[in-house]
């Protein structure tokens, strides 16, 4: 509402003088400002603040009328009186310059913009030259002790009891007097005309004001007791005034009157403000609310601040400032709810935590519209008199502080309370809630492009701009726009602000015409014909309506009240503008879709359509009068009528589901009658024409019923004109804002359904509920409160002086720097609990399933439990019928139930949770609801509080299942915590894991860890790994131990129960991986959490380490790790490399143009520098390929080419940068080859295309020049893309070669030999037979390895021929398995085996298979870059892959030959 801004600035008094001012007295207008001193009275500029003229009192006629105690304005600023301590009345006439004599005027340099348009027009603001002339003093013969300016008399009342009636010239009608003790008082008006009530012998009033629309005086009396007198006709005499009194107060202090709420604030000695109204019908005071600080908020001051000094209304009437004998400010809405107060927090402390001395303020008032505070405070604000100066040491220049106020715009234009934006004004400056001006632009920009049938009119459309507003809520930073200078010279103060729908247009409107600004352009528009700008003054206010902006504003030259519309995009000139003539003045203004209401000084309501008319080169708006309402019969005063509003908001038994599109009518009108809410609906009792029986422009409006009254302590209203199908509980609801009381919502019920409503329930329910911060807009499909609130900075060390003689402490020390802040709150959980506590939680679970999309709503599940539990544990009295199991209920409606409760129990002290859980259930059943939904994060949290409420044993079976459901699951950085958690149970420490994070960390250690910074040499022969590296021996006896760090720890606290209680279950998940053939997820589970695989396999070598199905473990591998069945080309058998002329030039050429590096770091199965020769014979293997493979290849060949292949890089498009994972000039050549001859590039998908590197350009000139020395046809680039397409990830085979060497390190050669066939590398299998004739391999495993070959060479046989020619390449190592010992062979070791422990999932389709197109042939994720691959076995999170160091490819490359 009202909020403070910047620091507090003070103007000092340009004449020294001995007296310092105790009483500052604004004018009617507040343009001119009284300051009154003992013997001297000066006149104030407001703007620029200057002092126009100071009358000092003669030595001889100060002591005749005695020194100056209280000054009063006329209202027409004409004159002023002021009261003397001797009884005297001094009236002074304030006499103007002429029009063109000016005290002050600004000087601009020559060649400025600024010039004058017209000859004596005055352009900026200057200070008009003023002087005082005193007529003659009035004697009223005692003291006063107040003054009250009424329109054409002056009220004075002295402290002999009697009440003067004065005329303002002074001598005309003499004067007339009431003795206060021939008044009736009474507590009533119906029971006054008895005679005196009340004794009022020796009582005098000590403070009077005048309550226009109350038509009468509330007043103070010398002994504290309040009252309140009227007048029964307009003389003032004795018979004709009456008097009401308030019982049971007798502290009352000072009083000041409210009068567009028809409110008296008094003033007591116990601090507190007593707001009373006057009963209608009775006439009574009666007590509305009170203003006072709480014990919760301010518990140093409330109770010692002293009797109310004070009390100021604002301008606008809607908030009230407060102080205090003992200092202070503070402010409040009318109703209530508490704005600032300068007595506590960064106003009342220090930085250092010294408590500074209150602002102790003598006087203050409001200036302009509010944007000031003029406040004159006791301290020493005197000035240092110059060095110079110092004969007269008594002379002082007194100062004025002004305080700076920014405020809402609904306080004077509430029409801006249906839009969804928040909107302030300072003097100079817009504050504005709203997003990207350029989004919102793109929208409107689009809209406008549309037909000319529908260019602007439409505003945008609700969920784009519902959407928009969801995003403004994360940041609290306002958009601050300066009012432009040359309309504020002219123009200030501004009255009115209005926003338009979407938040990017405002309009102004100052003293005199109107300017608006669009954050799309960042442009001011202003008229370009001043004196169009001068001769209309905006009344009733200014909205916006789609482009155009809609004005009530009085013209001067034709002296008429008008309705006018500009067009946003024209020029601002009357030529673009829609007028219409109104009747009367107008009040206020608002719009609601294309209905115009206003509220005009008759008391009439008129509504006029709007249309727009595109008649010319600019759309116009055509207006046209639907309905005039008399409402003089319901309202007193037209001033009461704080805000009127058009809306679809209805009672009648018309709202159901099945009735939408009356919610597009306008069917109430709903007016703020002085805080009273009153809504008037069409009266449908009458015959009903169907509408399409009507001809449209015969269409007679239904008249409206009297008027109902919704609510009391209304400050503001928000209704929405949009309308949302899934949200209809909110979009048709009222919203209401009511001071103290908080909030109210006026919500609509509906039946579930389409049921028949129970004739019982209500179609409507006003529920209130309170909210902390003050509501200045509410977004309705959002379900969210926005708003603002004061914040303040200390600045102790700024400009902190003192001397000797004279300290003085600066302004920007003595108060903190203010800013606004943003502020949004969530409402929706008051409303569900309303409903819930009425037993209406159907209509409860209606609102909540249509709001269950919101990014907030878990949390307001979670705020609903807490208040409900907090409330309902700690209260001391029992409850008869508690809420909390109702809620329990409600939320379990909802899926996230489970996070609800433990989220609230984690933020809820430990001794509430008995009492939520016997609400909500047992927290074990919860905690296994979890592991059912495989919610283990939620069961962590579950975990926690069983700790707490439980015995060890119970945490410790619960964390158990937890930990093992997490391995299964893959959740490492649960499994971590819990390990933790364990061994804190166990070691007996009060530790409780941390709440688990919804991310996983990267794992500090682990088995790469490991790997990568062992040395592991690629050029190791067989015989010195058998000597040195492999020892059975020696692999046996190592520590297995699976944590990290294992041996270590293992040896230090192989003792410890509860280690070993881990590891147990560490070594069980580990066995179950390696029985279902899970090599990925164990290599994870090793990395992870630090398990020593090598350790625990040399135990298991000869367990669960072996291999039992060779053809299921290989076809698992393939799967897990996304490894591509190797396939033959359909032309091999007429393949140029089946004769050795191409192969050899092929070979040679490649092998001449690539470095030792590159083949190295190469991804096909390319063994080191040394084994080239392998490579040539797998080469040269293809072309010896028996007949029947060639047999079945030339049936099967089509197809397995068609399954494998898939086109990565279309026909003529630019290669970039493609580097692939094989040597660098293959893949190079081959993609550019296909490109150049205008073939599609078909490479196997398996193989990672995308996979770029840095391409240095070097590296391509190489390329260039082979290409001269490259010729190769059609097949062979075939035959060298179905390579590439037998590849898997490059990530695979980097984990693969590291499994590869954990196997090779345990000694378990059967995986070894499994993961060499997968990556085809017959240096693995001949480094393993190699082993197997050492005597100490087991004759099983010899037997093992030598069935698993010829089974898996019967299955490539009849399944997978891709497998045959790597199978012929290391026939001489099959022959030397055959070659042991019969007698260590059984028969059975050469059949497949038949009985496996593996459960073998389904088998792939076979390769031939054109059905396996789909499973083999399928894109793989694309990788990181190949050298940066890290951390082999993990999908590692981008982030993590950065922190790893880069390594080499051929690191990993655990090929031993």
């Not at 303020?361 to 100066?389: F, K």
């Amino acid at each position: 509402m009202y909020f403070l801004s910047g620091w507090p600035k003070r103007v000092l008094c340009p004449l020294r003088s001995g007296e310092r001012p105790f009483l500052i007295e604004p004018s009617t207008q507040r343009f001119y400002l009284a300051l009154l001193s003992e013997t001297q009275i000066s006149i104030w500029f407001s703007r620029p603040s200057v002092l126009i003229v100071s009358y000092i009192e003669s030595g001889k006629a100060a002591t005749q009328f005695g020194f100056y105690q209280q000054a009063e304005w006329k209202p027409d600023d004409s004159m002023i009186a002021v009261a003397a301590a001797n009884g005297y009345v001094l009236l002074f006439d304030i006499i103007g310059g002429s029009d063109d004599k000016y005290l002050y005027e600004p000087i601009y340099p020559k060649g400025s913009v600024r010039v004058k348009v017209t000859q004596g027009y005055k352009e900026e603001q200057c200070a008009p030259a003023l002087t005082l002339e005193m007529k003659k003093p009035v004697d009223l013969e005692a003291p006063i002790s107040c003054l009250q300016t009424l329109q054409e008399d002056l009220l004075v009342a002295t402290a002999d009891g009697y009440l003067h009636m004065l005329h303002w010239d002074g001598v005309s009608n003499g004067q007339r007097a009431v003795n206060l003790c021939t008044i009736p008082f009474s507590l009533d008006l119906q029971s006054s005309r008895g005679g005196p009530c009340l004794d009022l012998e020796g009582v005098h009033i000590q403070d009077i004001e005048y309550c226009a629309t109350l038509d009468g005086f509330a007043v103070v009396f010398d002994d504290g007791r309040l009252g309140f007198i009227t007048p029964t006709a307009n003389r003032l005499s004795t018979d004709q005034l009456q008097g009401v009194w308030a019982a049971d107060v007798s502290d009352g202090t000072c009083v000041a009157v409210n009068n567009k709420y028809r409110l008296m604030a008094f003033g007591c000695a116990s601090g507190s403000v007593l707001v009373y109204m006057i009963d209608s019908s009775t006439g009574s005071m009666q007590l509305s609310h009170k203003l006072e600080l709480t014990p919760k908020h301010y518990p140093d001051i409330w109770n010692k601040t002293g009797p109310v000094k004070m009390i100021r209304w604002s301008p606008d009437c809607s908030v009230a400032m407060v102080t205090w004998d003992c200092g202070g400010l503070s402010l409040w809405s009318v109703f209530g709810a508490h704005l600032i107060c300068t007595l506590g927090e960064d106003f009342a402390y220090r930085s250092d935590g010294t408590k500074k001395d209150p602002l102790k303020i003598i006087s203050m008032n409001w200036g302009v519209e509010g944007y000031h505070l003029w406040v004159i405070d006791s301290t020493d604000t005197a000035a240092v008199v110059p060095d110079g100066e110092e004969d007269d040491s008594k002379l002082q220049q007194s100062g004025i502080l002004q305080f700076h106020f920014i405020k809402s715009a609904l306080t004077v234009n509430p029409c801006t309370s249906n839009q969804e934006q928040v909107l302030l004004h300072g003097e100079d400056r817009l504050y504005l809630t709203c997003g990207d001006p350029t989004q919102a632009h793109s929208v409107f920009d689009k809209s406008s492009s549309r037909d000319s049938s529908s260019p602007l009119h439409r505003p945008p459309t609700p969920a784009l701009l519902s959407q928009g507003l969801s995003t403004l809520l994360g940041h609290k930073h306002w958009q601050v726009v300066q009012i432009h200078s040359t309309y504020l010279e002219t123009n200030w103060p501004i009255k009115f602000a209005a926003i338009d729908w979407s938040g990017q247009c405002v309009a102004v409107a100052g003293r005199r015409g109107f300017a608006h600004y669009s954050l799309y352009s960042r442009k001011w528009k202003l008229f370009g014909n001043v004196t169009q700008e001068q001769n209309m003054t905006v009344t009733g206010g200014l909205a916006w309506w789609n482009d155009f902006i809609v004005v009530a504003c009085y013209n001067f030259i034709d002296r008429q009240e008008e309705m006018r519309f500009y067009l946003r995009s024209s020029n601002l000139d009357n030529a673009f503008a829609s007028v219409t003539k109104l009747h009367a003045d107008t009040l206020l203004l608002n719009v609601f879709r294309n209905v115009v209401i206003l509220f005009r000084a008759d008391c009439s309501i008129c509504l006029y359509s709007i249309e727009r008319k595109q008649d010319g080169p600019n759309p116009s708006a055509s207006v046209e009068l639907l309905q005039e309402v008399s409402m003089s019969r319901y309202i007193p005063h037209p001033g009461l009528v704080v805000s009127v509003t058009l809306t679809s908001v209805r009672t009648e038994t018309g709202i159901t589901l099945k009735a939408p599109q009356q919610a597009c009518s306008a069917e109430s009108i709903l007016l703020n009658l002085a805080g009273q809410l009153i809504m008037l609906q069409r009266d449908r009792s009458g015959p009903q024409v169907r509408e399409k029986d009507t001809p449209a422009n015969q269409t007679k409006l239904l008249p409206f019923c009297p008027p109902v009254v919704l609510a009391q302590c209304v400050e503001n209203v928000w209704t929405t004109c949009r309308s949302n199908r899934k949200k209809r509980h909110l979009m048709e609801a009222l919203w209401l804002s009511c001071g103290e009381a908080g909030m109210k919502v006026w919500l609509p019920l509906f039946p579930r359904d389409h049921r028949k409503t129970h004739s019982f329930l209500s179609r409507r329910i006003m529920l209130p509920f309170h909210i902390n911060i003050y509501p200045l807009t509410v977004l309705f499909e959002d379900a969210l409160i926005l708003g603002a609130s004061n914040e303040t900075m200390l600045f102790d060390g700024l400009g902190t002086h003192s001397s000797s003689s004279n300290s003085l402490e600066s302004l920007e020390s003595q108060f903190p720097f203010c800013t606004v802040e943003r502020t949004s709150q969530i409402y929706l959980h008051h409303i569900l609990r309303q409903l819930l506590v009425r037993n209406l939680g159907e209509q409860a679970l209606m609102l909540a399933q249509s709001c269950a999309s919101l990014p907030y709503f878990p949390h307001v599940l979670e705020l609903m439990v807490h208040v409900v539990l907090e409330e309902e544990a700690t209260s001391r009295e029992p409850i008869p019928d508690p809420l909390l199991p109702t809620v329990a209920k409600f939320v379990t409606e909802f899926p996230l139930f489970l996070q609800t409760i433990v989220h609230c129990a984690r933020k809820t002290e430990y001794a509430l949770w008995n009492y939520l859980f016997a609400a909500v259930g047992n927290p074990k059943d919860l905690f296994e609801e979890c592991l059912m939904a495989q919610d283990l994060d939620t069961a962590a949290s579950y975990l926690i509080i069983l700790q707490n409420m439980e015995v060890p044993a119970v945490s410790r079976q619960h964390a158990t299942l937890l930990f093992n459901t997490a391995l299964e699951q893959g959740k490492w950085d649960l499994c971590r915590h819990m390990i933790r958690f364990l061994k804190a149970i166990g070691s007996g420490e009060a530790e409780t894991p941390p709440s688990t994070p919804t991310t996983q960390e990267p794992s500090s250690t682990g088995g790469f860890e490991f790997f990568r910074n062992r040395s592991i040499s690629l050029s190791q022969s067989a015989d010195s790994i058998a000597a040195g590296k492999f020892n059975l021996q020696k692999t046996l006896s190592m520590p297995s131990g699976p944590s990290s760090k294992g041996s270590d720890r293992w040896c230090k606290e192989s003792d410890s129960a509860e280690n070993l209680y881990i590891d147990m279950m560490l070594w069980r998940h580990a066995r179950h991986l390696l029985e279902q053939v899970r090599l990925r997820d164990l290599g994870c589970f090793s990395a992870q959490l630090g398990f020593e695989l090598i350790g625990w396999l040399c135990r298991e070598r000869t367990r669960v380490a072996r291999v039992d199905n060779f053809v299921t473990a290989l076809k698992c591998l393939h799967k897990d790790f996304l490894w591509p069945f190797p396939v033959i080309p359909a032309c091999a058998i007429s393949s140029p490399l089946k004769n050795g002329r191409c192969r050899q030039v092929l070979s040679s050429r490649l092998l001449k143009s690539q470095s030792a590096d590159s083949l190295l770091n190469s991804d096909m199965d390319t063994t080191p520098p040394q084994a080239t020769t392998a490579n040539h014979s797998w080469i040269d293997g293809l072309g010896a390929v028996p007949r029947e493979l060639d047999f079945d290849s030339s049936h099967g060949g089509p197809r397995t080419q068609e399954a494998f292949l898939s086109p990565l890089i279309n026909k003529g498009e630019k290669v970039e940068s493609v580097c692939l994972s094989v040597s660098l000039s293959i893949s190079c050549a081959f993609l550019f080859l296909s490109v150049l001859s205008g073939e599609e590039c078909s490479i196997g998908s398996a193989t990672d295309l995308t996979e770029t590197s840095s391409m240095v350009d070097g590296d391509w000139t190489m390329v260039d020049e082979n290409f001269s020395t490259l010729s190769l046809s059609q097949s062979e680039l075939e035959h060298i893309s179905m390579e590439l397409a037998n590849k898997g990830p490059h990530k695979s085979q980097v984990q693969l070669r590291y499994l590869l060497h954990v196997f090779m390190e345990a000694g378990c050669l059967e995986w070894c030999v499994v993961i060499g066939l997968i990556l085809r590398d017959a240096s693995v299998i001949k480094q393993v037979v190699g082993f197997l004739d050492s005597p100490e391999v087991p004759s099983e495993t010899v037997q093992s390895i030598r069935a698993g070959l010829i089974a898996v060479d019967l299955w490539a046989s009849a399944d997978c021929l891709g497998y045959k020619p790597f199978l012929n390449l290391i026939r001489p190592q099959l022959l030397k398995l055959m070659e042991v010992p019969v007698e260590q062979v059984q028969p059975e070791a050469f059949q497949p085996t038949g009985a496996s422990k593996l459960s073998e999932p389904p088998l792939l389709p076979r390769a031939e298979d054109p059905r396996g197109a789909v499973v083999s042939g399928h894109p793989l994720p694309l990788e990181g870059s190949p050298g940066a691959n890290a951390r082999p076995l993990e999908d590692m999170p981008e982030e993590e892959e950065e922190e790893e160091e880069t390594l080499e490819e051929g690191s990993y490359d655990c090929t031993l030959s």
